[in-house]
C-alpha cells in the first residue's frame, strides 16, 4: 500500500514515514496544498492522510478537489486538533472516510487504514472489454482465451488496467509489485510492460495502448474503436 501524506509540522511527516515504514507502507509526506494536488497528478496511492490547517489552503477544501479528481477509488483519513462534532461532521460529508483527532495512535491509525483497505479492494472478477480479470485466481482470459502469465506479470496487468489514463511511474510500480526494499532495476518494468503488452495483445486494435513516458513510467489509455 502507497499513502500520500498532507501534513505541514515536519515532526509529524517524520513520525507518518517512520510509523508507515515500519508497517512496510510506501510514504510520501508533502507540506502545502500545492505540493500535495501536483503529486497526486503525477502518483497514485491508496490511501491519503490529510491535516485541517495548511499553509497555503485547508483539509477541507483539498478534500473536494481530491474526490473531484479521483472520485472514490481512494480512502482518505482526517487526522486534525480540530475535534467539535461540527468539524467532523463537515469533513465526513465532505467526502472524509475516516477522522482521527491528533495526537493519532499507533496501533490505532494501522487498524484503521486496514480497516479502509479491505473495503476499497476492488471485486475479485472485473471485466475490461476484451479482457476478464480474475483477481481470486490470478487468471486474465482474452477473447475468451486464459493468457497465461507469471505473477509478476498479472498483478503489473492488472493494476494499469485498474487505473486507465493515470501516469504510473517505473519506481512505483517497483514497490508496487516487487516491495519497498526490492533490488531491482526500473529496467525490469520495461520488460515486463513488453511481455504484457505482447501476451495480451494490448494495442490500438484491441481498445488499449501502453503510451510509454520517457524518464518516467506508462499509461495504459483505453482507445475507441470506430465501428464499421
Known amino acids: 500500500m502507497r499513502i500520500g501524506v498532507l501534513e505541514d509540522d515536519l515532526t509529524q511527516q517524520g513520525m507518518y514515514k517512520l510509523w508507515f515504514d515500519t508497517a512496510r507502507y510506501g510514504c510520501a509526506c508533502y507540506g502545502t496544498a500545492e505540493a500535495f494536488e501536483r503529486a497526486l497528478g503525477q502518483e497514485n496511492f491508496d490511501l491519503l492522510i490529510i491535516d485541517w490547517m495548511l499553509p497555503d489552503s485547508t483539509g477541507?477544501?483539498?478534500?473536494?478537489?481530491?474526490?473531484?479528481?479521483?472520485?472514490?477509488?481512494?480512502?482518505?483519513?482526517?487526522?486534525?486538533?480540530?475535534?467539535?462534532?461540527?468539524?467532523?461532521?463537515?469533513?465526513?460529508?465532505?467526502?472524509?472516510?475516516?477522522?482521527?483527532?491528533?495526537?493519532?495512535?499507533?496501533?490505532?491509525?494501522l487498524a484503521r487504514i486496514e480497516s479502509l483497505s479491505r473495503r476499497i479492494k476492488p471485486p475479485a472478477l472485473l471485466q475490461i472489454g476484451q479482457y476478464e480479470i480474475n483477481q481470486a485466481s490470478h487468471q486474465i482470459r482474452f477473447r475468451g482465451e486464459e493468457v497465461e502469465l507469471t505473477n509478476r506479470?498479472?498483478?503489473?496487468?492488472?493494476?494499469?488496467?485498474?487505473?486507465?489514463?493515470?501516469?504510473?511511474?517505473?519506481?512505483?510500480?517497483?514497490?508496487?509489485?516487487?516491495g519497498l526494499n526490492a533490488n531491482v532495476d526500473t529496467r525490469t518494468i520495461d520488460t515486463h510492460v513488453s511481455r504484457i503488452r505482447r501476451k495480451l495483445s494490448i494495442m490500438p486494435a484491441n481498445g488499449w495502448e501502453i503510451i510509454p513516458v520517457y524518464g518516467f513510467g506508462y499509461r495504459i489509455e483505453k482507445i475507441e474503436i470506430p465501428v464499421t
Request: positive net charge; contains cysteine; charged residues 30%.
Open 153 to 178: 506479470e498479472f498483478g503489473l496487468a492488472c493494476y494499469m488496467f485498474q487505473n486507465p489514463g493515470k501516469l504510473l511511474s517505473r519506481t512505483h510500480l517497483l514497490e508496487k509489485l516487487w
Open 60 to 109: 477541507e477544501v483539498v478534500l473536494k478537489r481530491v474526490r473531484e479528481r479521483l472520485g472514490w477509488n481512494v480512502a482518505v483519513i482526517f487526522i486534525t486538533a480540530r475535534e467539535s462534532e461540527t468539524d467532523i461532521v463537515n469533513a465526513l460529508r465532505s467526502g472524509a472516510d475516516d477522522y482521527l483527532v491528533k495526537p493519532p495512535k499507533y496501533q490505532e491509525l
